[in-house]
T-cell receptor
Framework: NAGVTQTPKFRVLKTGQSMTLLCAQD?????MYWYRQDPGMGLRLIHY???????AKGEVPDGYNVSRLKKQNFLLGLESAAPSQTSVYFC????????????FGDGTRLSIL | GENVEQHPSTLSVQEGDSAVIKCTYS??????FPWYKQELGKRPQLIID?????GEKKDQRIAVTLNKTAKHFSLHITETQPEDSAVYFC?????????????FGTGTRLTIIP
């Protein structure tokens, strides 16, 4: 049981390049989330999904897109990377309903030059 | 939307002493309050949580208290040990079904001095 797996773990991009971060969970969780973590700012929600085929905007969605084509996978895309998107990205998942604890992946450290 | 404030941002305590971290939230409808511990370079991990129908919860050296009237909740760590050094995040979640979002505080860096 791997829990929440993120790939890649590290990536360096040039400004304007695109890439996709993959999150996979094997806990049959309905809900999945993408956060970014910057120094002194905690965890900020980018996008989330309450089920297969659904997505919704979080607190800081601009410059990102997501897709949830399969229940176990949640993809985060950067269409045209900018230096302001340099951050550590965490994916999380949880059961549906009251009190669902969020389980986090190990994170992806992304640098945009 | 929900707003969560966390204090202090840094905290140093002598090994064996107690540490207290406080959070306030803005949405009176919030009903779930988890605390996460994040060691350097690692993922956030849940250490304790509390629901709005409970005032206090304990798990060995860790306890959380909730004051719904004042809209604040606190993490208490007793008999601190070096392995307690980490960044701690509080969070709050609203009550709307299908809107299962957590709003996190900005974190407290706890350092235990041997």
């Amino acid at each position: 049981n791997a829990g929440v797996t993120q790939t890649p773990k590290f990536r360096v991009l040039k400004t304007g390049q695109s890439m996709t971060l993959l999150c996979a969970q094997d806990m049959n969780h309905e809900y999945m989330y993408w956060y970014r973590q910057d120094p002194g700012m905690g965890l900020r929600l980018i996008h989330y999904s309450v089920g297969e085929g659904t997505t919704a905007k979080g607190e800081v969605p601009d410059g990102y897109n997501v897709s949830r084509l399969k229940k176990q996978n949640f993809l985060l895309g950067l269409e045209s990377a900018a230096p302001s998107q340099t951050s550590v990205y965490f994916c999380a998942s949880s059961y549906i309903g009251y009190g669902g604890t969020q389980h986090f992946g190990d994170g992806t450290r992304l640098s945009i030059l | 939307g929900e707003n969560v404030e966390q204090h202090p941002s840094t905290l140093s305590v002598q090994e064996g002493d107690s540490a207290v971290i406080k959070c306030t939230y803005s949405d009176s409808a919030s009903n779930y309050f988890p605390w996460y511990k994040q060691e350097l370079g690692k993922r956030p991990q849940l250490i304790i949580d509390i629901r709005s129908n409970v005032g206090e919860k304990k798990d060995q050296r860790i306890a959380v208290t909730l004051n719904k009237t004042a809209k604040h909740f606190s993490l208490h760590i007793t008999e601190t040990q070096p392995e307690d050094s980490a960044v701690y995040f509080c969070a709050a979640r609203g009550a709307n079904f299908g809107n299962e979002k957590l709003t996190f505080g900005t974190g407290t860096r706890l350092t235990i001095i041997p």
